[in-house]
Nanobody
């Protein structure tokens, strides 16, 4: 069982930056970030494998968000730059212990563990 705790959310203005953190209680093969806006389905944001060499991004955040991990701390980060009002959502961290060659982490069903979420609000 892996427990995940997110932090770093808040209220910012459009164009600002935020860094989210997700601390895991144990090792995972890959971790990801998803978000869910009010009245919307949960959507993929970014994912990263244990080695850190493989990262995956949703088109909507590519070039603005960067996912990284510190394996010594079992922590994954999401650096969010040039934030837009449409980035407003609850951001969830997820982890899995199973990956394979074609794994890209873009579906919630690929993850075994989830955090409670952290709110990110971007005002215009």
């Amino acid at each position: 069982q892996v427990q995940l705790v997110e932090s770093g959310g808040g209220l910012v203005q459009a164009g600002d930056s935020l860094r989210l953190s997700c601390a895991a209680s144990g090792r995972s093969s890959a971790m990801g970030w998803f978000r869910q806006g009010s009245g919307k389905e949960r959507e993929f944001v970014a994912a990263i494998r244990w080695t850190g060499r493989n990262t995956y991004y949703a088109n909507s955040v590519k070039g603005r968000f960067t996912i990284s991990r510190d394996n010594a701390k079992n922590t994954v980060y999401l650096q969010m730059n040039s934030l837009k009002p449409e980035d407003t959502a609850v951001y969830y961290c997820a982890a899995t212990t199973a990956v394979w060659g074609t794994w890209s982490g873009s579906s919630p069903s690929l993850y075994d563990y989830w955090g409670q979420g952290t709110q990110v609000t971007v005002s215009s």
